[in-house]
């Protein structure tokens, strides 16, 4: 602090020779004239002081017959005016500062929150339609008017704020967590579970409705495996009436998929010849202006590198400089080796059983094989799962007055 202090006000260091420079010292004490960092060099004496001290040194130099030499001036009041002197970073620095006081009015970012069902792009889409876009002034902005028309337009959001962060509009929102209830209309009761496959029941646990297969039977593709038509008995073991419901069960069955994919002998791999060119530009929010250049190169792909100077990060004004680097190369054929072929093929295996095990397939027994046809590699394999099953379709309805067989 004492440092930043004697920046602005501004000192001296002095050199102080003569006959007798400690009386000098000593007078300079007395009149309260501050001294500092004193070195000496023989008969000659280092120091620093103050301006105003240094105006009241001419008498006591006389009385002490000593020679006063200024060697370096700091602070505030030398910097100053050669700073006025240079009209062009003058002209800079006032342009900045009008910059930074024109855009500090004006919204530059808008940043989302909290939102998860309701996307990014449905939100913004719904903030351009009611003219809160990036470049808006503040003073256009009815936060209070804003969280409502959010409220209003989407149901599922059950509380919303916004506010203003120096150029940057924060939006938070949070979402009913309860499910949405679907409209459709009620139908009738009565749903059975089928098996998709054909394969041997392992086990069945059933929650609602009438089991039509054990552990251990064997069923086909689309066969009956809970029904949801409940019988519901006379005393004399007739068929009253029947209850229907939406069947509900656990049902494991172990069946045969199969996998096949193909790797063509031959593919097209790029490689670059080395020739480069760039292309800058500068964009402004969604405008982007280039430099105007031709097609590059007949075939090409672009590296895009963008950055943003940190005082408009800073203000988050969406101003960016960047290039385009357009890198030429060719298409060049070349034919998969039996090692380059397996390795590929057995990635697109573990592709299928990752994708196996994401919908919780276990899987008891496998058979890959590798061979070629007349254009590729073929990759083919038989696998004994045990998946989930049961697909509901509707119960098919029936009277009462059957006698229990």
């Known amino acids: 602090m004492i440092k930043l202090l004697k920046y602005i006000r501004g000192y001296l260091r002095i050199r102080v020779s003569g006959f007798s420079p400690e009386r000098f010292m000593n007078l300079c004490s007395n009149r309260g004239i501050l001294l500092s960092n004193i070195v000496r060099e023989g008969d000659v004496y280092y120091m620093n002081i103050n301006l105003s001290g240094f105006w009241a040194l001419r008498p006591i130099a006389r009385k002490t017959g000593t020679r006063v030499v ?37 919204v530059w970012d808008i940043e989302l929150s909290g939102n998860y069902r309701i996307t990014d792009d449905m939100l913004l889409t719904f903030l351009k339609e009611n003219q809160v876009t ?21 149901p599922e959001i059950t509380w919303t704020s916004a506010k203003l962060e120096g150029t940057r509009l924060m939006i938070a929102v949070k979402e ?45 593709a689309g066969s009956v495996l809970v029904e949801g038509k409940v019988p519901i008995y006379n005393e004399d073991a007739t068929v009253k009436e029947y209850l229907y419901v939406d069947a509900d069960a656990d049902i494991v069955l172990e069946h045969t998929m199969e996998f096949t994919d193909e790797l063509p002998f031959d593919y097209v791999r790029k490689e670059y010849t080395g020739r480069e060119k760039s292309r800058y530009y500068v964009r402004f929010g969604d405008r982007e202006w280039k430099m105007p250049q031709e097609r590059p190169f007949l075939v090409y792909d672009s590296v895009i590198r963008e950055s943003r100077p940190l005082i408009l990060e800073k203000l988050s004004v969406p101003v960016y400089t960047g290039s385009y680097t357009y890198r030429e190369y060719q298409n060049v054929e070349h034919t998969y080796t039996q090692e380059e ?31 070629t046809n007349a254009s590729a590699w073929v990759i083919s394999g038989q696998f004994v799962v045990r998946e989930n099953v049961g697909e509901s379709a509707a119960t098919q309805k029936e009277s009462g007055g059957e006698t229990l067989k």
């Open 176 to 220: 009913n967590d309860a499910p949405i209830l679907s409209q459709e209309e009620p139908g009738e009761a009565g749903q059975d579970l089928l098996s998709q496959y054909a394969g041997t029941v392992v086990s069945i646990i059933v929650r609602s409705g009438v089991p039509k297969v054990a552990a251990g039977d064997t069923v086909e």
């Open 70 to 106: 200024v060697l370096e001036r700091y602070g505030l009041p030398f910097f100053l005016p050669k700073l006025l002197k240079r009209k062009v970073f003058m002209g800079g620095l006032v342009f900045v500062v009008a910059f930074w006081i024109w855009s500090s009015l004006f």
């Open 341 to 371: 072929a397996k390795e590929k093929l057995k990635e697109k295996l573990m592709v299928f059983l990752a994708g196996l095990e994401e919908k919780g397939i276990q899987i008891i027994e496998k058979d890959v094989r590798i061979n």
């Open 134 to 154: 990036v470049g808006i002034r503040k003073d256009d902005l009815d936060i209070e008017e804003l969280e409502k028309e959010i409220r209003r337009r989407f």
